[in-house]
């Protein structure tokens, strides 16, 4: 059982910026890919954004292109996501998952295992 550890999340001004963490507990669990989901209050889950083992593969929600961005370290077996330029509507409970099989896909049944997730809140 691979353990997902969400950090990064907290209170943040419309405009302002964060950097969310995920870290994978066993380092020798190699995911095809990773990605990050969100769900904001009264809202059903939803994709923000995705990323291969190599990195070479990225995929994007329309709503947060261009102002997030993802990236890992496979050395730290670690997914961050760069959110800059927040709105309110950013709002959420912020989830890391990992898929043994799909690099970076949007569809979160391809995912194997979930984080527990972190809070992001946007005053605006």
């Known amino acids: 059982q691979v353990q997902l550890v969400e950090s990064g999340g907290g209170l943040v001004q419309a405009g302002g910026s964060l950097r969310l963490s995920c870290a994978a507990s066993?380092?020798?669990?190699?995911?095809?890919?990773m990605g990050w989901f969100r769900q904001g209050p009264g809202k059903e889950r939803e994709f923000v954004a995705a990323?291969?083992?190599?990195?070479?593969?990225?995929n994007y929600a329309d709503s947060v292109k261009g102002r997030f961005t993802i990236s890992r370290d496979n050395a730290k077996n670690t997914v961050y996501l760069q959110m800059n330029r927040l709105k309110p509507e950013d709002t959420a409970v912020y989830y890391c998952a990992v898929s043994s099989h799909w690099a970076a896909t949007h569809v979160p049944q391809r995912y194997d295992y979930w984080g527990q997730g972190t809070q992001v809140t946007v005053s605006s």
């Open positions: 066993d380092r020798t669990f190699r995911p095809y890919g």
């Open positions: 990323i291969s083992w190599s990195g070479s593969i990225t």
